[in-house]
């Protein structure tokens, strides 16, 4: 009874092996885009194209086309790998016989050409021209892989005029300006001039810097070096210019009103002039003799120049003086021009003061406007001062005399005038007087004094 239930068994194991001699299904090298799944629906065909065997036939073609690509690909590294290793054995091997036979003979280490940072990588070539004694490099345009004419470098070796250095370095000092460090000078710099240091630079400076390329009128720089005089010079293709330094620097510096200047890199004086503003003419009050009928002019205001000295980053303060202004009455009263000051760093060093009023006493004495005063302190030196003029007196008793105004250091005295004085045109001029030839009760006023001013001119 055993025995014959293991036979069976044993025989119906065996008989679900595929039988010796199947037919194999033929694969097809295809990656197959699904797998087919048998429904319950479907017959049990075999066969060639039989339902039964859609899904073996999907899986058999996917295995043959991932088996093909997997040979094909280490097929490919195989070959790959051996070449390439070859190749680069091959070429390091003859860099390094190169290297090994041709370093000694150049006697330094070459660097890499362009490719760095903001560099195209372009072959570059460096040689002193031919046509001076500077250098000149060129280069293969990236795009158009042509040679350039390329431009110059700063000469460190070319031809020296007599008397002149070698340029060691060129650097921009925190103040903005260009310094030249000579050779021969070692560690000390010269400092060229910006441009709003100087009231003119030479037009004579064509050349400008302008890798291989010319236009107009420019012609491009072959190469800087220090002059004996101190000064930068520039040679090019048609000659040689100095380039300015603070030692030309003679900026003047107008002060029509009150203001400040700091004062720059190099300089240590200030040259000034500077007028106290004029007084004005006085006021004519009367309808006869014995009264001001004709007023008396204003009195210049004080005139002084010389020079200040200062050092780099000093304040120096202007201030203006207003012109004296008549008032309703200048019979026994009294007023001025303006002072005009110079400050530095906030202390006072120069005063001109603005000339009087004139004024109207009695009958017999209308006196003309005195002169204004010339005051300095430490640091101000006055070459030449003047205290201003007095302004014309007007009647005395029976003598009725027109009283203009003093004339300032340019002149511009105000007139006297029949109803009213004019005033001073010209900077410290004082005003003129008025006055009344009507016979009738008038009030007439003088004319007013000219303002203060001062002119700053720097130096080194």
Excluded at 38 to 62: E, H, K, M
Excluded at 137 to 150: E, N, P, Q, R, V
Aim: hydrophobic residues 35%; proline residues 4%; charged residues 10%.
């Amino acid at each position: 009874m055993s025995e014959t239930t293991s036979s069976t068994a044993t025989a119906t194991a065996t008989e679900s092996l595929p039988p010796t001699g199947f037919t194999a299904i033929t694969e097809t090298s295809e990656f197959e885009d699904g797998i087919y799944q048998i429904a319950t629906s479907d017959p049990v065909i075999g066969g060639p194209g039989g339902i039964a065997n859609y899904q073996a036939q999907g899986l058999a073609n996917r295995t043959r086309f991932l088996m093909d690509t997997t040979t094909a690909l280490q097929q490919s590294l195989a070959s790959l790998s051996s070449s390439s290793a070859a190749a680069i054995t091959a070429e390091a091997k003859a860099r390094a016989a190169a290297d090994a036979k041709l370093q000694p003979l150049l006697n330094y280490t070459p660097v890499q050409q362009g490719g760095g940072v903001y560099q195209a990588a372009t072959k570059v070539m460096l040689g002193q021209d031919t046509t001076f004694s500077g250098l000149r490099y060129s280069y293969i345009d990236k795009t158009t892989g042509a040679l350039t004419d390329g431009g110059y470098l700063i000469s460190s070796y070319g031809t020296i005029l007599s008397g002149s250095t070698q340029i060691g370095d060129i650097t921009i000092n925190s103040n903005g300006r260009m310094a030249f460090q000579s050779c021969a000078m070692k560690d000390i710099y010269t400092e060229s001039a910006n441009l709003s240091d100087v009231t003119a630079v030479s037009n004579s400076l064509d050349a400008y810097i302008q890798g291989g390329v010319t236009s107009g009128t420019n012609t491009q720089i072959d190469t800087f070096y220090m002059n004996g005089n101190g000064r930068p010079t520039v040679a090019y293709d048609g000659g040689a210019v100095q380039v300015p330094v603070l030692t030309d620097i003679a900026t003047p510096i107008p002060f029509a009103s009150s203001g400040t200047y700091t004062v720059a890199e190099g300089v240590t004086r200030i040259f000034f002039e500077a007028v106290g503003a004029g007084g004005p003419g006085a006021f004519s009050y009367g309808d006869s003799a014995s009264n001001s009928i004709f007023a008396a002019g204003g009195g210049a205001g004080a005139y002084a120049r010389g020079w200040l000295a200062v050092s780099s980053g000093d304040v120096v303060t202007v201030s203006i003086g207003a012109g004296g202004v008549c008032p309703a009455n200048t019979i026994n009263a009294t007023v001025y021009g303006g002072a005009t000051t110079i400050s530095i760093n906030g202390t006072v060093v120069l005063t001109c003061t603005g000339g009087q009023s004139g004024v109207w006493t009695s009958s017999n004495n209308s006196a003309g406007g005195s002169p204004g005063t010339v005051t300095s302190g430490p640091g101000c030196t006055v070459q030449l001062q003047a205290n201003g003029g007095f302004g014309g007196d007007g009647q005395s008793g029976t003598t009725l005399s027109k009283g203009n105004g003093a004339a300032g250091p340019w002149g511009g005295g105000g007139r006297a005038g029949e109803g009213g004085g004019t005033g001073g045109n010209a900077p410290g001029a004082g005003g003129g007087g008025a006055y009344n030839t009507s016979g009738t009760l008038n009030a007439y006023y003088g004319g007013s004094g000219g303002p203060g001013y001062a002119i700053l001119t720097t130096a080194p």
